[in-house]
């Protein structure tokens, strides 16, 4: 184990949370779901995609690089744009890709299934703002990060982090797709309280995970003490879920929503991070690099019902990939519907406090990880740097 905690006292175990026994409800298992493979390469401004991500998997196995992509998005408006680590969602509900800068800037593209090429009509493509930067933002400025939409709420939740790493947040932004006809062309949602969600102690924002029904996992790498109700304490990297819509913000935890200690695996500090919600088998996969040993990496597993117990619980499960072969990753992705675990590696920049560094051509593909194993490694032909992927689509 690598968490960094005393032993813990034993607490009773506390009853479901009738939000948390919706979140089981929804678990369903069932189709494979969608199988188009979208990819954000930085380096040209651009979302490359391949119609069947299993011809990419197929040619990983090999060794062999991926074949060209299908299609390529394209557009002027978002040329040398900085996307946020994992800051690429897809909503196959209402046909959307979800572009996040790291300045909080979020841009639409509709009709994402069958795009293809130089996107020149603000009809197809179009944008809003997550705050004023010195002003709706952190005071010492802000990155953002992962992004995570629920079709079925058509909810888009979005990490900000200070760039030190001392506060973080979540946007949540109810109607997404409907932000450019409800408001307009570059709306700006302000002021941030109405559409954030946060415990005002929480520190280094290192992921979100929607669940439908409008609920969300996040992954905070630090932040203030938290209490089991009686006298024990604890401290480091902590996973929350959304009660109602919103996290619990006092440190004490009674009614479960909140993974933290030394059981948890999940270490202190973290820098950062990613999460992946897998709602067929309600299971949430969890990549949390220790700053001390990122080659400790690994992706570690949850069920939904140990959040009804909260605090100190160990992961259900741990994928199957070997010491050091996540030692370059940078964050990871779950789609809504098919069973697929999808990873960015990348090049730390030594000097940043919240894991800045330089995408890579590589993607990592986990398929069925419901069941387990490791993932492989795919050189993405087309691509440089990787900082967001998911998969959509219903064949």
């Known amino acids: 184990m690598r968490g960094l905690f005393s032993p813990l006292a034993t607490f009773k ?52 690089p991926a074949a060209a992509a299908d299609r390529t998005i394209t557009s002027s408006l978002i040329s040398g744009m900085d996307l946020a680590w994992g800051g690429l969602a897809v909503d196959t509900t209402s046909n959307r890709l ?67 790493g001392s506060a973080t947040r979540i946007w949540k932004i109810s109607n997404a797709s409907t932000v450019a006809s409800n408001y307009g062309p570059s709306h700006t949602f302000t002021p941030p309280a109405t559409y954030t969600i946060g415990t005002g102690t929480d520190t280094f924002g290192c992921g ?72 067929q088998n309600s299971a949430l996969y969890v990549f949390a690099p220790t700053s001390s040993s990122p080659t400790d990496a690994e992706i570690l597993v949850f069920n939904n019902s140990v ?31 098919s069973d697929w675990l999808l990873g960015a590696t990348f090049t730390p920049d030594t000097t940043s406090a919240i894991g800045a560094g330089t995408g890579e051509g590589t993607l990592l593909l986990w398929k069925a990880p419901s069941k387990g194993g490791a993932a492989v490694s795919a050189t993405m032909t087309g691509t440089s740097e990787i900082r967001g992927m998911n998969v959509g689509g219903t064949n």
């Not at 795009?115 to 952190?138: E, H, P, V």
């Not at 117990?309 to 809504?336: E, F, M, N, V």
């Open 13 to 64: 175990l506390l009853c479901l949370p009738a939000a948390l026994a919706l979140l089981g409800a929804l678990g369903c298992k069932g189709s494979s779901g969608g199988s188009t493979l979208y990819v954000y390469d930085n380096t040209s401004s651009s979302v490359l995609v391949w119609d069947d991500i299993n011809t990419v998997y197929t040619a990983a196995q090999a060794s062999t």
């Open 98 to 164: 979800y572009l996040v800068t790291e300045t909080g800037v979020v841009w639409v593209i509709t009709q994402a299934s069958t795009q293809n090429g130089a996107i020149t009509s603000t009809t197809y493509i179009t944008s809003f703002n997550l705050g004023l930067a010195g002003q709706d933002q952190f005071t010492g400025g802000s990155v953002f990060g992962q992004a995570s939409v629920d079709g079925g709420s058509n909810t888009l939740y979005v990490t900000e982090t200070a760039t030190d």
């Open 208 to 279: 979100v995970a929607a669940v439908p029904g409008g609920n969300a996992f996040g992954l905070m790498g630090g932040g203030g003490l938290l209490y089991n109700g009686l006298t024990t304490s604890y401290n480091g990297a902590r996973l929350r879920v959304t009660q109602s819509g919103t996290f619990n913000a006092s440190p004490y935890i009674t009614n479960g929503g909140v993974l933290i200690g030394s059981a948890t695996e999940l270490g202190a500090p973290l820098a950062y991070g990613g999460l992946g919600y897998d709602s």
């Open 307 to 337: 959040f009804s117990i909260g605090l100190d619980q160990p992961p259900t499960r741990t994928l199957g990939d070997t010491a050091g072969a996540l030692a370059t990753l940078r964050t990871i992705s779950h789609p809504a519907n």
